[in-house]
């Protein structure tokens, strides 16, 4: 999906409105997203719906927010609700004016602030919307303004924030993180992603970014920027079932790793396999580990051997060791026409020789984090992290593969020249396991048939998207990789309502 800048955000808008769409119309579909991922979040943690706050400007953005409001009082999940109108009130105009007078008329009352004593609503908030500024900001806030205290207080952690568009106080544009904003939990932006909501460090005050369809007419990108994957770009990967499909339909992926000591790796991927629809997984793994495999994962089967026949794709190198036993294992795999995706310590023996899988005859796929990329390619990890798009783009030349190239904002390039960002993912996703999870994910689905270009894009999509989902729930810094797995068929469904809507 294509990403917009500041100007192309205010472009789209134009463009819609021009060919017939009301501007008013936009922004009530704008209010129905933002609430409706509020409602979602209460849900999850019903306590965020005692005391929602919701904070607006006097531009556009706080018209959304005046809209998710009206609705948000409507909803049995959410107790009380608070408006505040940061700025003067004779300012709001056009639509937003409309939709602050469609919120009067039910009966709500819009505090207008005018110094700080205003903003003590936020200290007891459980749910912030952050609506002040969006994507209309163009230069920091100052640090003594009331706007600047607004943000403080919206981002102190009490409360769930969700932000319309852009948490206040980036700019779209330049991307700066070093200036007052909100720092939110879940952003809601609408029609495309924007710059600020790929690029490291500013994006890591974005929290989970949902992707609305309001209707916006496509036009060019920003200048420079990557592809974004979203939910929209890969609910195709996961069509309605068939009302007479069997296991078989589904595919059967052989995990091939699990050496002593570490079961554990490959039964997080064989259990994200089965999570992510595949009809049977078979883990290859040292005897002695067998059993653990058997307790951890009891859907799956085991072998000492790899035994393609009846597979339809291989995940090689959770917990795979570097044995002379885990060698001959990776040769066999490297041998075998099947779909693959290699991970861990299958790439770790292929430490400098990415070339060897140009001799494969099935499609591959490789998930390195910076560290193997930097082996694969005999480079420092440091000029991986400075040029991940260039690394991914090289590692997937030189290997004839697709490449994931995994961290916050992972990047996926193919052998094609394509390079693309995937717009999910968290930091709290940096732990012991996680990768082994991808590995699954991805390997369920090369054998349920997915290109592997297809299959990596959607299923680190996938992997990250339940990792923020699992983040909601547990937090950041207690999520682990069994969290992920949980959340997998959240995730999906969230893929999947994305399409509908």
Not at 376 to 405: F, H, M, N, W, Y
Request: hydrophobic share 45%; aromatic share 2%; proline share 5%.
């Amino acid at each position: 999906m294509k990403v917009l800048g500041a100007v192309e955000a205010r472009e789209a808008d134009a463009r819609t409105i021009a060919a017939g769409t009301p501007g008013i119309v936009l922004m009530e579909r704008a209010s129905e997203a933002v609430a409706r991922e509020c409602v979602r979040a209460i849900e999850v943690a019903p306590l965020r719906g005692e005391r929602v706050v919701v904070l607006c400007g006097t531009g556009n953005n706080g018209g959304d927010g005046f809209g998710a409001a009206r609705l948000l009082r409507r909803s049995p999940a959410v107790g009380d609700v608070t408006v505040l109108l940061v700025g003067d009130r004779g300012k709001v105009s056009g639509d937003a004016a409309t939709m602050l007078q469609r919120l009067e008329n039910e009966g709500a009352v819009v505090v207008e602030i005018e110094g700080s004593e205003g903003l003590e609503p936020l200290g007891g908030a459980t749910l912030v919307v952050d609506a002040l500024f969006g994507t209309g900001l163009s230069r920091p806030l100052e640090e003594a303004s009331l706007h600047s205290l607004a943000v403080r207080l919206a981002s102190t952690r009490r409360a769930f924030v969700v932000a319309v568009d852009v948490p206040s106080g980036l700019d779209s544009g330049s991307c700066r993180s070093d200036v007052p904003h909100v720092r939110t939990d879940l952003t809601v932006t609408f029609g495309f992603p924007k710059l600020v909501h790929l690029t490291v460090p500013a994006a890591g005050s974005c929290g989970r970014v949902a992707v609305a369809d309001i209707g916006l007419l496509p036009g060019e990108g920003a200048l420079g920027a990557p592809e974004a994957v979203t939910a929209r770009d890969v609910a195709p990967a996961f069509p309605r079932r068939a009302a007479a499909a069997h296991k078989g339909t589904f595919g059967t992926l052989g995990v091939v790793g699990g050496a002593w000591g570490m079961a554990g790796a490959a039964a997080l991927a064989a259990r994200a396999a089965f999570r992510c629809g595949a009809g049977k997984v078979v883990v290859v793994a040292e005897e002695a580990s067998r059993a653990a495999i058997h307790a951890l994962v009891m859907e799956a089967t085991t072998s000492a051997v790899l035994a393609p026949s009846g597979l339809t794709a291989l995940a090689v190198g959770p917990g795979l060791g570097r044995s002379s036993t885990s060698r001959v294992l990776l040769d066999e795999a490297l041998a075998c026409g099947l779909p693959a995706v290699f991970d861990a310590d299958a790439l770790n023996l292929l430490e400098g020789r990415p070339e060897l899988l140009r001799g494969r005859s099935g499609p591959s796929v490789l998930t390195p984090h910076p560290g193997e990329a930097a082996r694969l390619l005999g480079v420092s990890t440091a000029a991986i992290v400075a040029d991940a798009e260039g690394a991914a783009g090289r590692l997937a030349e030189r290997s004839g593969t697709t490449v994931v190239l995994k961290g916050f904002r992972s990047v996926v390039a193919d052998p094609e020249g394509s390079v693309v960002r995937i717009l999910s993912g968290n930091p709290g996703m940096a732990s012991g396991g996680s990768g082994d999870v991808l590995t699954g994910v991805i390997g369920a689905l090369l054998a349920r048939g997915l290109p592997a270009r297809d299959a990596a894009r959607a299923g680190a999509f996938l992997h990250g998207l339940a990792g923020d989902l699992a983040r909601e729930r547990k937090g950041e810094e207690a999520l682990v990789a069994s969290d992920v797995v949980e959340a997998l068929g959240e995730a999906i469904g969230v893929i999947c309502e994305s399409a509908r809507s």
